[in-house]
């Protein structure tokens, strides 16, 4: 059976969870992996809007993959784009073409919100991944590097009077 791309729903949140925390322990993140069922639950399924989608490709007994997304409601083209946080496709998935299938459902859902971008961000180590995005027609962003605060910083930062 093909699996079908689809939203997730309230009912998934079950075989979403070991989704989420295997692409954790891939991308060397599990120590700070803090998503519970109730987090997905509150967050994703019953506050509106929510803070994130998610797209799964769903075998009918399991769930073999997941994409993470979520809307900047505004940018400097005055169009919301659609911000891909999390792609996960199980080991045992891979060469089925689930990632495409999902990145293509992700495309469709950024037009039909009127999205004009579709962004994300891949670890500098991820070959394959770097690789799979381009094949998409995915390019890197030569112009912008990603920073964060997080921590200690953050809060240092937060405390400061200006």
């Known amino acids: 059976?093909?699996?079908?791309?689809?939203?997730?729903?309230?009912t998934d949140i079950p075989r979403l969870l070991p989704l989420m925390r295997g692409l954790a322990e891939y991308e060397h993140y599990l120590d700070v992996f803090a998503?519970?069922?109730d987090v997905l639950r509150r967050q994703g399924f019953?506050?509106?809007?929510?803070?994130?989608?998610?797209l799964v490709a769903d075998s009918g007994s399991e769930l073999l993959g997941m994409l993470v997304y979520y809307f900047?409601?505004?940018?400097?083209t005055?169009?919301?784009?659609?911000f891909i946080k999390e792609l996960y496709v199980t080991?045992?998935?891979?060469g089925q073409q689930l990632g495409e299938r999902l990145m293509a459902k992700a495309a469709q859902q950024a037009l039909e919100h009127g999205c004009g971008a579709m962004l994300w961000a891949v670890a500098d180590w991820n070959a394959g991944g770097k690789k799979f995005y381009e094949r998409l027609g995915a390019t890197p962003n030569p112009v912008w590097i990603d920073y964060g605060l997080r921590g200690e910083a953050l809060e240092k930062l937060a405390k400061e009077q200006p």
């Open 78 to 82: 005055a169009r919301p784009t659609l």
């Open 35 to 37: 998503v519970t069922e």
């Open 1 to 10: 059976m093909t699996p079908t791309i689809r939203l997730a729903t309230a």
């Open 72 to 76: 900047l409601p505004f940018t400097a």
């Open 46 to 54: 019953e506050k509106s809007p929510p803070d994130f989608y998610a």
């Open 91 to 94: 080991q045992e998935a891979h």
